[in-house]
């Protein structure tokens, strides 16, 4: 156990030494508060040499900063108020050194508090309420942890706001409701939790740019708004249902990149103007249950030539009909992993000749996985020009009637049995 006593003398210890100083100090209710924290960690968590080791408040701690007994590090302190001479721990930041305990409720009295990190330790239990009370905080990292429960509403009150980072922790329940109220938060990562419900409307947050919701529990649809800035949002590895229609497309803002929908229980036929969209570069849509690629209104030879896809994975689907040769068009297209469906038909030529960098204005194909789809007929001569080097494929577990072991991308499997492929050729 604690002892608690002992902080009570040193804390009046501290304030009749602080009745015999005039020069700068730090407020006495921080240090106050920096006492409950460090009696909150588990003392045998607290290793020789660590910050939180040189952590002696028989000392004031923003007068013996970095010094190479006490505070030498992971605390930080302003001037607040001209003529006051007194110092506000305005960060602190623990290094990932295997601390333990609980984070203390005190911590929401470091009223001066912009960073407060301590990614990557073993605290645990739940976020105290009272982190709302810091208006001042820029950046909240307790990531990779192990704190548990759910956000907590008063987070509403963190309008300064910029990083919020709890990923990799046993965190649970819904989002608050009110997290629309952080209006200036640029990047939220809660990867790797236990949160369930809706994903929540988050459009209004106009600064968001990076939002990672991936290996959660959240259910319901697909978003149908997105935060005007947001460039990055990871859904992967959750339970969304429904499909991805030209609504969700149209949703999409003009500056996303990265989309990442993998490992859902999402179905149905995917828009073809979401691979149009004027932003969008990399999209992960795989292990789900989609089922095949509509043009809707559009003609069938639709015009690939201003995509900006780099990067597309719908492997582990249920896409049925030929295999598009409009993925070949896409002048950018390094990635393209097919694999694991029901695609039918021959291999575009068009496909070998970006692998080669042989269309005038394409950027090289580098990674073609076709594999275990029901592909029919001879390869095209200009894929036995293919090297190693170039590509990075796989054509086997399909049913194309030349596909030599001695060519690469042929190795590691067969081709289907013909009782099977007699049906798509």
């Not at 429904?242 to 003009?254: E, F």
């Not at 780099?310 to 598009?324: F, H, R, T």
């Not at 590509?391 to 596909?403: G, K, Q, R």
Request: net charge negative.
């Amino acid at each position: 156990m604690v002892n608690h006593a002992l902080y009570s003398i040193l804390f009046a210890w501290f304030l009749s030494a602080l009745a015999l100083r005039t020069d700068a100090i730090t407020d006495p209710m921080d240090v106050q508060a920096l006492m409950q924290v460090k009696a909150a960690i588990n003392p045998s968590s607290i290793r020789i040499g660590s910050c939180v080791s040189t952590w002696n408040f028989s000392v004031d701690p923003c007068d013996n900063l970095f010094g190479p007994e006490y505070f030498s590090c992971g605390i930080s302190c302003e001037l607040v108020g001209e003529g006051t001479g007194i110092q506000r721990i305005t960060s602190v930041k623990l290094e990932s050194s295997g601390y333990g305990g609980t984070l203390a409720p005190a911590i929401g009295n470091l009223s001066f508090l912009q960073y407060l990190q301590l990614g990557g330790n073993a605290f645990e239990g739940v976020i105290p309420a009272s982190i709302g009370q810091l208006h001042a905080l820029v950046v909240l990292d307790i990531s990779g942890n192990s704190f548990s429960g759910s956000l907590p509403d008063t987070l509403q009150g963190l309008q300064s706001l910029g990083v919020l980072n709890a990923n990799d922790n046993s965190l649970s329940g819904m989002l608050p409701s009110n997290m629309n109220s952080l209006i200036n938060l640029i990047e939220c990562r809660l990867q790797n939790n236990m949160l369930s419900g809706p994903i929540p409307d988050l459009s209004s947050l106009e600064q968001l740019r990076v939002l990672d919701l991936a290996n959660n529990n959240f259910s319901g649809s697909v978003p149908t708004r997105f935060a005007p800035s947001l460039i990055s949002a990871s859904f992967g590895s959750n339970s969304l249902t429904g499909g991805l229609t030209k609504q969700n497309v149209d949703a999409i803002n003009s500056v996303l990149i990265v989309l990442d929908l993998n490992a859902n229980q999402l179905s149905g036929p995917i828009d073809i103007s979401l691979f149009q969209h004027p932003s969008l570069q990399q999209i992960n849509l795989s292990n789900n249950s989609f089922s095949m690629i509509l043009n809707g209104d559009r003609p069938a030879s639709v015009n690939m030539a201003q995509s900006q896809m780099v990067a597309i994975d719908l492997s582990n689907n249920k896409i049925e009909g030929n295999l598009p040769g409009l993925f070949a068009e896409m002048p950018k297209l390094s990635s393209l992993s097919l694999s694991n469906n029901a695609f039918t038909g021959q291999i575009h030529e068009s496909y070998a000749l970006k692998a080669l960098a042989g269309m005038a204005g394409l950027l090289p194909l580098q990674r073609l996985m076709l594999d275990d789809n029901y592909l029919i007929g001879p390869l095209p001569a200009l894929f036995m020009k293919l090297l190693p080097e170039n590509i990075m494929a796989s054509f086997v577990d399909n049913c194309l009637s030349t596909c030599p072991p001695e060519i690469f991308f042929c190795q590691g499997g067969d081709q289907k049995p013909n009782n099977i492929c007699r049906f798509y050729g």
